[in-house]
């Protein structure tokens, strides 16, 4: 295509003045034809390892370990979590029983002991790997007994513990999506995007759980908020656009506040993780402060400099959100086509997948684009 400008150019030099604008028009209309196709790329985003099926979250361990899940939206996958080798392969994780369940087989096999439909991965720096599954297939409908928290030990890639959560606290249309441990790991506290939206606090010591400012408009898609990809409003066949609650969450780095946001929405809220402890027994002690107007995004993740990036749809981008409010572009790349999932890794280096959303049976008649990748790159100074 560089070529073929040249000549357009080299056309334009010699042509009268009418006829030079005429090319001019129509070189510039091939310029904008060949955009798409050819994306822009920025050469700080490498890629990491490339999958079979739709991914979206991903996890890093203290000692360099990397974790990937598949959740089980528009196909039965094969395995819904795993590990990353060193050379781009996976390996069920922690077993392939434990990855054994298959949508066809509900009948056969315990939603108690087998992963559903997993959403997050997440390695909380002291030994052990937690796997969020809402046990919600396409996200629909969730199956009994199946919505959970599983806490595997890294040593001996044993399950350690499994955290059932009953129907008071992930509903029939509940969508477990995303966790953060606290430091001390005492609690685990999730979003839930699924109706209604709301957060979900766990008591890692007694397996208590109890759902918090569900229903309130700080957990819920916001009204005239249209998620737009590829320079569109994202639309279903039938019209719809996508709804998604409480989605994007991120803790900070002292385990005392908690940062969330609506998938479809602009505004970015925080709480004091002590008032969402308290809210156990005192509902009214959850009272969420508005912290920042942003964009539709997905994940979230908070540096050691209190930096919160964003990955952004709209734009296949990360954006930073500084401790000053002010909303920074990091980088742009096609490739990352529904920017998902945020991880760091013992050395610094960020990781994002892009788990290709707007190419989904969910807004096609099939898959457009099935380039799952995890990608990484290096944060600025």
């Known amino acids: 295509m560089s070529s073929?400008?040249?000549?357009?150019a080299a056309v334009v030099l010699s042509a009268p003045p009418a006829h030079a604008q005429t090319i001019e028009r129509l070189t510039n209309k091939v310029k904008e034809l060949v955009a798409p196709v050819a994306g822009k790329t920025d050469d700080r985003l490498q890629k990491v390892a490339m999958f079979e099926h739709q991914v979206t979250g991903v996890t890093v361990s203290e000692d360099g370990r990397i974790f990937v899940n598949?959740?089980?939206?528009?196909?039965?996958?094969?395995?819904?979590?795993?590990?990353?080798?060193?050379?781009?392969?996976?390996?069920p994780y922690p077993n392939d029983e434990w990855n054994a369940w298959r949508n066809a087989k509900m009948s056969e096999l315990s939603?108690?002991?087998?992963?559903?439909?997993?959403?997050?991965?997440?390695?909380?720096?002291?030994?052990?790997?937690?796997?969020?599954?809402?046990?919600?297939?396409?996200?629909?409908?969730?199956v009994k007994d199946g919505p959970k928290l599983v806490q595997i030990d890294l040593k001996t890639n044993a399950v350690k513990r499994v955290y059932p959560f009953g129907p008071d606290v992930a509903g029939p249309a509940s969508y477990l999506n995303d966790v953060r441990i606290a430091p001390d790991g005492a609690f685990a506290y999730f979003t839930d995007s699924g109706s209604p939206g709301g957060l979900v606090v766990l008591d890692l010591n007694s397996g208590k759980a109890w759902r918090v400012l569900s229903d309130d408009p700080s957990t819920q898609f916001e009204k005239g908020v249209v998620v737009h990809v590829d320079g569109e409003p994202?639309?279903?066949?039938?019209?719809?656009?996508?709804?998604?609650?409480?989605?994007?969450?991120?803790?900070?780095?002292?385990g005392k506040t908690l940062y969330w946001k609506a998938l479809t929405g602009n505004t970015m809220?925080?709480?004091?993780?002590?008032?969402?402890?308290?809210?156990?027994?005192?509902?009214?002690?959850?009272?969420?402060?508005?912290?920042?107007d942003t964009e539709?995004?997905?994940?979230?993740?908070?540096?050691?400099?209190?930096?919160?990036?964003?990955?952004?749809?709209?734009?296949?981008?990360?954006?930073?959100?500084g401790p000053d409010g002010k909303v920074t572009p990091l980088l742009q790349d096609s490739r990352l086509r529904w920017p998902d999932t945020f991880a760091q890794g013992p050395d610094g280096t960020?990781?994002?997948?892009?788990s290709h959303i707007q190419d989904s049976p969910w807004f096609h008649q099939g898959w457009t684009d099935d380039s799952f990748t995890l990608f990484k790159f290096a944060p600025p100074d």
Not at 4 to 8: D, M, P, R, T
Not at 70 to 80: A, G, H, N
Not at 272 to 286: H, I, R
Not at 350 to 354: N, P, Q, S, V
């Open 269 to 292: 809220y925080r709480i004091s993780t002590e008032a969402l402890q308290k809210a156990s027994q005192d509902p009214s002690a959850a009272k969420p402060e508005k912290y920042a």
């Open 111 to 142: 939603p108690k002991d087998h992963f559903v439909t997993v959403q997050s991965v997440v390695a909380d720096g002291r030994g052990s790997l937690w796997v969020v599954d809402p046990a919600a297939p396409n996200s629909e409908k969730t």
């Open 350 to 354: 960020m990781y994002i997948t892009a």
């Open 4 to 8: 073929l400008s040249a000549a357009a």
């Open 234 to 254: 994202l639309r279903r066949p039938d019209g719809r656009q996508p709804q998604f609650n409480a989605d994007s969450i991120a803790l900070s780095k002292d």
């Open 70 to 91: 598949f959740p089980r939206w528009s196909e039965d996958v094969p395995v819904s979590a795993a590990e990353v080798m060193t050379d781009g392969s996976i390996r």
């Open 296 to 321: 539709p995004t997905d994940g979230l993740w908070i540096d050691d400099k209190n930096r919160i990036f964003l990955s952004t749809m709209e734009n296949d981008g990360v954006k930073i959100l």
